[in-house]
């Protein structure tokens, strides 16, 4: 007998073949949450190496790009951050909102390929944890040329991706997509400066920490 197929193969090869590098996103909360797949990014907890990065926000504006199910927006409001969490998926904005009720994050569905132009140098800390790497390479430029666009001067941006040079890329199956040390250093764009890269977790990802 066949192991089935995860959902999230099985939606991003639909969508992807379409055109698509996001609808399955939405495909796959809205199974998630009728308990017909698992999203395997979901952990019910911040992210481990962002709760060890985290510094009181005394009130200063903070983006989470993909916010997903809101665990690392939450974690930055509970240190004093005013978080905006953004995604692409309305069910994981809608499942955020319905997790924290009594949240001070604003959640809102948005597209990083298409941000609200008011978000343009508007937040102190922006957080992209392994959203980029989730849209084919083809949409890099344009995401990361976004998340820089977010920076206001003297913030601090958090990236961190999967590290294309842990892996046999020969073997890999996509998504995600992962990235090289050039294309994380590429995020210093348009005034934004790279502080520092280093590898974690036994050198699979990549956090990178910028500027402006
Ligand atoms: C692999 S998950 C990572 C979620 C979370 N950042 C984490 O570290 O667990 C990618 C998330 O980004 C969202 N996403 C993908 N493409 C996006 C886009 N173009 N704009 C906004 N959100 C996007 C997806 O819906 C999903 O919630």
Avoid at 20 to 33: H, K
Avoid at 59 to 81: F, H, N, P
Avoid at 101 to 124: I, R
Wanted: aromatic residues 10%; hydrophobic residues 45%.
């Amino acid at each position: 007998m066949t192991t089935p197929e995860p959902a999230d193969r099985v939606l991003s090869r639909a969508s992807l073949a379409e055109g698509s590098p996001t609808r399955w996103f939405d495909e796959l909360y809205t199974a998630a949450a009728r308990g017909e797949a698992e999203v395997p990014w979901t952990r019910g907890a911040p992210n481990a190496d962002l709760a060890d990065w985290v510094e009181p926000g005394e009130g200063r504006r903070a983006l989470v790009v993909g916010s997903a199910l809101g665990d690392d927006s939450e974690l930055l409001a509970s240190q004093g951050w005013a978080v905006t969490g953004f995604d692409v998926a309305p069910t994981a904005v809608e499942a955020a909102r319905a997790r924290f009720p009594e949240s001070a994050v604003e959640y809102v569905v948005a597209d990083l390929l298409k941000p609200p132009g008011e978000w343009h140098q508007a937040f102190d800390l922006v957080v992209e944890i392994m959203n980029v790497q989730a849209m084919p390479r083809t949409f890099r430029s344009a995401a990361l040329t976004s998340l820089a666009g977010f920076l206001a001067p003297e913030g601090t941006m958090l990236v961190s991706e999967v590290a294309e040079e842990h892996f046999d890329m020969a073997t890999w199956v996509s998504p995600p997509w992962p990235f090289s040390r050039a294309e994380i250093e590429s995020v210093a764009q348009d005034g934004v400066k790279l502080l520092s890269l280093e590898t974690i977790r036994d050198g699979a990802r990549y956090w990178a920490e910028f500027t402006r």
